[in-house]
């Protein structure tokens, strides 16, 4: 049965709100925070972007936090223009800056989305934990309020002394709807089962201006509290509106249909207080198995992008060149592979043709030994050096995504590098990244794996080099070290009008 589930729901998905091409109404900006978190961000980041993007109702940025063990006091993204706030974080507690304007910002009608583990976060900080009405964990207990228990046909405060937070284990559960007149779950099943995930239990706080949208039933079977659990919620933050959803533990809960038409149609109604998205079709919830449909990442999805052009035809290296040293460069089963030699200089891989304003958008395989990087806008100085703006790319924890000033004596182009605690995970040890730059004339903004690192504006480099070579390097390194390795696939360009 989960399986004729399956098949019928994606079948069905391509007309539902999941994916609503030529969707009408303005665009709202969402700011997703990640970074740190006891559950892998790095995975599910992606899949919420995409999941969000595919509605066509909202463009996504992401800012993420410095890693674990790292100071976050810095840490200050802007939300001025911001419609609403995801967050998939859960780790140290942000600087006085970062809570006072986001506290400000919810308070003064900005909307929030707290994503599974978010609700474990910050149990010291007053203002948040009115925000998310319940959470769990980090020594929450009777102090921090109450529990919300299901009592007839309404959820009440329960002060009973004990733990907040806790979950039985994995499994797929049957979702019950208690407000079926609110936006986000209007035209929605009464029941459903839900993917494969952590049923939250025992979740408390002040539960002040809560409405539990949606329950289910934590059954001691599976190791549950024999109590019907609040999982979808909403709350009143000053002029602000918040969703708390308790789902979207892993790849395979995010998976669920159920988890990702409850995001959207949330996502739009904190940032707005109505849900415009269509209502999906009703078999896409079933009361007998939950329905999957797998994402795939934006970032990941490859192929030919509408206006861009392939600089490799992953067969030859007809169209580029090399300038400088002696690395090796083959194709090699569809990539462009560089390998180091020793006593070589940096080594440069470059296309014959020269770009001005552009998207360049390229996959990225790097061995952790080795520093690599992608030149924008360069040439060779009269020395036959080859020179310009490069963006980093290195092995985490790093600095890739940052431009740096190959051979220009300008050093880093980007601020951040300048100090150590910029360092950050986006890329992915050991395995394929993507990289997006976007070069408009002075500014260039670069992003790894759709997570947003470089946005800056520099008049001198612009000024000597409005455009350019892009080449792909391997850098030289040390005496009986090596040989390393990096390799690059589906590079693609798309040159950008001159007119604004």
């Known amino acids: 049965m989960k399986h004729t589930a399956l098949a019928r729901g994606l079948a069905l998905l391509t007309a539902s709100t999941l994916s609503v091409s030529g969707f009408a109404a303005e665009k709202l900006d969402v700011l997703l925070i990640d970074g740190q978190n006891n559950h892998k961000w790095q995975e599910t980041t992606p899949l919420l972007v995409t999941i969000l993007e595919e509605t066509g109702r909202f463009d996504v940025t992401v800012a993420t936090s410095p890693g674990k063990g790292s100071d976050v006091s810095a840490f200050a993204p802007s939300f001025d223009g911001v419609d609403v706030v995801v967050s998939n974080y859960n780790g140290a507690v942000w600087g006085e800056k970062m809570r006072t304007e986001f506290a400000s910002y919810v308070r003064e009608g900005g909307g929030f989305v707290s994503v599974h583990a978010a609700n474990n976060a910050f149990p010291q900080w007053p203002e948040y934990n009115e925000m998310i009405g319940v959470g769990g964990w980090g020594g929450r207990n009777e102090k921090s309020g109450p529990y919300l228990r299901l009592r007839g046909k309404s959820f009440v405060q329960d002060p009973t002394p004990g733990k907040g937070g806790g979950h039985g284990s994995r499994h797929e559960f049957l979702v019950e709807v208690r407000e079926p007149n609110h936006p986000i779950m209007k035209g929605l099943p009464l029941k459903w089962m839900h993917s494969e995930d952590e049923l939250y239990d025992r979740l408390r706080g002040p539960a002040a201006h809560v409405t539990v949208l949606a329950s289910a039933y934590s059954d001691p079977a599976t190791k549950g509290t024999g109590e019907h659990e609040p999982q979808l919620m909403v709350v009143d933050y000053g002029k602000g509106r918040v969703f708390h959803t308790t789902f979207g533990h892993d790849a395979r809960s995010i998976a669920g249909a159920d988890f990702q038409v409850t995001l959207q149609r ?6 707005t207080g109505d849900v415009t998205l269509p209502a999906p079709a009703a078999e896409l919830f079933s009361e007998e198995a939950a329905v999957y449909r797998e994402v795939t990442p934006a970032a990941d999805a490859g192929g030919a992008d509408e206006g861009f052009t392939n600089l490799f035809d992953g067969k030859t290296l007809e169209g580029w060149k090399q300038m400088n040293g002696t690395a090796k460069y083959t194709v090699d089963n569809g990539t462009i592979r560089g390998v180091t030699a020793e006593g070589s200089p940096n080594s440069f891989l470059a296309t014959e043709d020269q770009y001005e304003d552009f998207e360049l958008r390229f996959e990225v395989m790097v061995h952790d030994s080795l520093n690599s990087g992608v030149q924008i806008r360069s040439r060779n100085n009269e020395k036959g050096r080859f020179f310009g703006p490069q963006v980093e790319i290195e092995a985490s924890p790093g600095q890739s995504g940052y431009v740096y000033g190959e051979a220009t004596g300008l050093g880093w182009l980007s601020p951040e590098p300048q100090d ?3 360092a950050h995970e986006h890329i992915r040890n050991g395995a ?16 790894i794996n759709g997570r947003k690192v470089a946005d800056l504006t520099h008049e001198e480099v612009f000024k000597s080099h409005p455009k350019g070579h892009v080449g792909l390097q391997v850098h030289s390194i040390k005496k009986g070290s090596g040989p390393f390795d990096v390799a690059w696939r589906n590079v693609r360009i798309k040159e950008l009008d001159e007119s604004p």
């Open 420 to 422: 150590r605690k910029h």
């Open 432 to 447: 394929w990244n993507q990289y997006r730059i976007l070069a408009e004339g002075p500014r260039i903004q670069t992003w």
């Open 266 to 271: 949330g996502t739009e109604w904190a940032a």
